[in-house]
């Protein structure tokens, strides 16, 4: 059986990093890293042999079989019903039939109202283009005007047999795409919680990294270009994130097949956490960008202040290292005397009101990600 686990990738280690990156770029390099690591390019690898056997098999059982002419829509409609999910193959499948047909359908009416080809094509086209956005056809509702228009210009839309075998060969070839993807290797993404996780908790480390250096030093920062690139870069992984966890959670709706234990569903509930740390992070570095600029009425806190808030952040740093390791306790404790001493000083020093607005800025997002990994 197919195995995408995480453990197996963490455990791979190339011999030569520089030559075997070179040498994974090359398709020759791509093909054998699918064959000897479990990911994302041998999933790849499985989706387009499965989406090749099953357009093959629709054409061969729609010709030899049904000996139906020209059965085109058959492939077309196995390949796309290979998709990522089991559900997403069910769902299509309801959904490419249900838009073929009313593709059918107009053109069968536009075919037998209009006599005029052309006006019956830009008829059916604008019709089924609109019809397409309902809803309930999903991605599929392109096809609806997409058939109709190959049906006028075929010139096959008044034949009632030809529009039979193309609602046949279309319903044909669904059947068999997204029975293959549900039966042959049923699509898993336990390995994308793993890695997203991974990734996502050095990149949100990272960046609080950074804000430390940056409030730490003695003068306000004049350019946070290099923190900006790294927090729109973090901005993209936490969408991957959001993205493998929408998978993981869809992959076991109508799925035969079940991940192994470790495989993934353990990372569900720290790559929860750390997509939910990615709003203070960015309310912390708005902040950060407010005070530097010293406009009235925020003003640059005062060293030993910021001093406190970089110790802070460096341990929300590691913290946010800790969630993504398993089995590895969270200690907040030093960030939690931290916090509150900010905290302490914003209602007790004498630091003036634009230096205490500047911490109090900066002070609110640290306070959030302290309470996100508390009820992580």
């Known amino acids: 059986m197919l195995r995408h686990d995480a453990p197996d990738r963490q455990e791979w280690r190339p011999d030569s990093p520089s030559d075997t990156g070179r040498h994974d770029r090359t398709p020759l390099g791509w093909f054998a890293r699918a064959l000897r690591v479990p990911g994302s390019e041998r999933r790849s690898l499985v989706q387009a042999a499965k989406a090749t056997f099953a357009a093959t098999a629709a054409w061969l059982l729609a010709t030899l079989v049904l000996r139906l002419p020209q059965p085109f829509l058959a492939p077309y409609a196995a390949v796309f019903l290979v998709d990522a999910t ?4 069910v769902r299509g499948w309801a959904q490419q039939v249900a838009a073929v047909t009313a593709g059918v359908v107009l053109a069968a009416v536009a075919g037998h109202l209009i006599p005029w080809q052309a ?3 830009a008829v059916v086209v604008f019709v089924g283009l609109l019809a397409g956005n309902w809803r309930r056809f999903g991605s599929a509702g392109i096809w ?14 008044t034949e009632t047999v030809l529009l039979g075998d193309r609602l046949l060969e279309t319903a044909l070839g669904a059947t068999i795409g997204a029975a293959v993807n549900a039966l042959v290797f049923p699509p898993l ?4 919680l793993a890695d997203a996780t991974r990734r996502l908790a050095e990149a949100l480390a990272a960046l609080l990294e950074t804000v430390s250096g940056l409030v730490r030093a003695d ?6 270009g290099d923190l900006l690139a790294r927090a729109r870069d973090a901005r993209s992984l936490v969408v991957v994130a ?17 991940r192994r234990p470790g495989s993934g569903a353990r990372h569900d509930r720290p790559l ?3 997509i939910a740390l990615w709003a203070p992070v960015s309310q912390l570095i708005a902040a950060v960008r407010t005070a530097s600029a010293a406009r009235e009425p925020y003003g640059y806190p005062w060293p030993d202040a910021r001093e406190a808030l970089a110790d802070l952040l460096c341990g929300l740093a590691g913290a946010v290292r800790s969630v993504a390791r398993q089995g590895e306790p969270v200690d907040l404790e030093e960030c939690r005397a931290l916090l509150a001493r900010l905290e302490h000083r914003l209602v007790t ?3 003036g009101v634009p230096a205490r607005l500047g911490l109090g800025t900066m002070t609110l997002p640290a306070r959030h990600l302290v309470e996100t990994l508390e009820n992580r």
Do not use: C, F
């Open 86 to 89: 089991v559900y997403r193959s």
């Open 219 to 224: 003068d306000p920062p004049d350019d946070v």
């Open 119 to 121: 006006v019956a094509l």
């Open 349 to 351: 020093a004498d630091d």
């Open 272 to 274: 929860r956490t750390l």
């Open 242 to 258: 959001e993205d493998a966890v929408g998978l993981t959670r869809e992959e076991q709706v109508l799925n035969l097949r079940r």
């Open 189 to 192: 993404h336990g390995d994308r």
């Open 144 to 157: 609806v005007g997409v058939t109709g228009m190959l049906l006028i210009s075929y010139g096959t839309a």
